[in-house]
């Protein structure tokens, strides 16, 4: 299995730090589109992270398209509060697929032409007309999750539940 989350010109440290650790404790990728709207020396982008940062798969790009190209196996899924289907409604069981989540900046969302530019599904996650969109990183870690629990969490090795 390999899970993937993209996001394209990330702004947020905190968010960006966030997914970054929930990718160390699934061994997903992380890629980041350029340009960024932060330092990947931020405070507040290593703060969220931990010292889990040695840990992530962290990979750079200059632009959607020079990722599409990297990866020509890859099966993408842009994510949108107004995308065309649920997540839910997808299968994301093979654990020989490679699962690319695309997220786009937290005060705009995916640029329209992107969207016009590639043919790929466009999924969202419900959520009540109280709020404008959930928050990015929450979003991630709900899509890398339910990608692996179709999979069974194959191939994690999981460790046991401490006892409180």
């Known amino acids: 299995m390999s899970v993937h989350i993209v996001l394209h010109e990330p702004e947020i440290p905190a968010n ?4 970054a650790r929930t ?6 990728h992380l890629h980041l589109i350029h340009p960024l709207g932060f330092s ?3 405070r507040m982008l290593k703060r969220a992270g931990c010292d889990y940062w040695p840990k992530v798969n962290v990979h750079y790009h200059d632009n959607f398209a020079s990722l599409a190209a990297a990866w020509p196996e890859a099966r993408f899924y842009f994510v949108e509060t107004t995308g065309g289907s649920s997540y839910t409604e ?5 654990t020989e697929e490679a699962y ?3 997220f786009g ?3 705009t969302g995916l640029p329209e032409e992107l969207l016009q530019a590639y043919s790929y599904p466009c999924l969202y996650l419900p ?3 109280h709020v404008r969109s959930l928050n990015l990183s929450n979003a991630a870690a709900v899509l890398v999750y339910e990608a692996m629990r179709q999979q069974h969490f194959h191939p994690l090795d999981l460790k046991e539940p401490q006892q409180p």
């Open 127 to 129: 959520q009540t007309s």
């Open 100 to 102: 690319f989540f695309v």
């Open 16 to 19: 960006t730090g966030n997914i």
């Open 105 to 107: 900046k937290e005060t």
């Open 90 to 94: 997808w299968d994301f069981s093979d």
């Open 40 to 42: 990947t020396e931020d």
């Open 23 to 28: 990718c160390a404790g699934t061994n997903s």
